[in-house]
């Protein structure tokens, strides 16, 4: 069981960035993948979640910004962001648990992770 996100990079203040979560070893249609992000000296946060089972999403911050969606046919996550501030700068990390719980250590299958830089 392994998560893998992917299209990370470095993109100017303003620009838009599309992440990708992908499943191996499991299919996240009975499962909530979640995403989440660590900026430098600060905690892990969680940015958004949905429930693959029922579509159901959920925004930490940015909900205007940020878009969360899925590929059922792909096994994949996405996670659009939009006008992309120097504030974004961080790894972006997804991961998967039985629901969209608060706890950060609900969820499991860690992916490395992928760097978003935003430049100003």
């Known amino acids: 069981v392994q998560l893998q996100a992917s299209g990370g990079g470095l993109v100017r203040a303003g620009g838009s960035l599309r992440l990708s979560c992908a499943a191996s070893?499991?299919?996240?249609?009975?499962?909530?993948v979640g995403w989440f992000r660590q900026a430098p000296g600060k905690e892990r946060e969680r940015v958004s979640c949905?429930?693959?089972?029922?579509?159901?999403t959920e925004y930490t911050t940015d909900s205007d910004r940020f878009t969360i969606s899925n590929n059922n046919a792909k096994n994949t996550v996405y996670l659009q962001m939009n006008s992309l501030t120097p504030e974004d700068t961080a790894v972006y990390y997804c991961?998967?648990?039985?629901?969209?719980?608060?706890?950060?250590?609900?969820?499991?299958?860690w992916g490395q992770g992928t760097l978003v830089t935003v430049s100003s």
């Open positions: 949905m429930s693959v089972s029922d579509g159901s």
């Open positions: 991961a998967a648990a039985s629901g969209c719980w608060l706890a950060q250590d609900s969820f499991g299958s």
């Open positions: 070893g499991f299919t996240f249609e009975d499962f909530a």
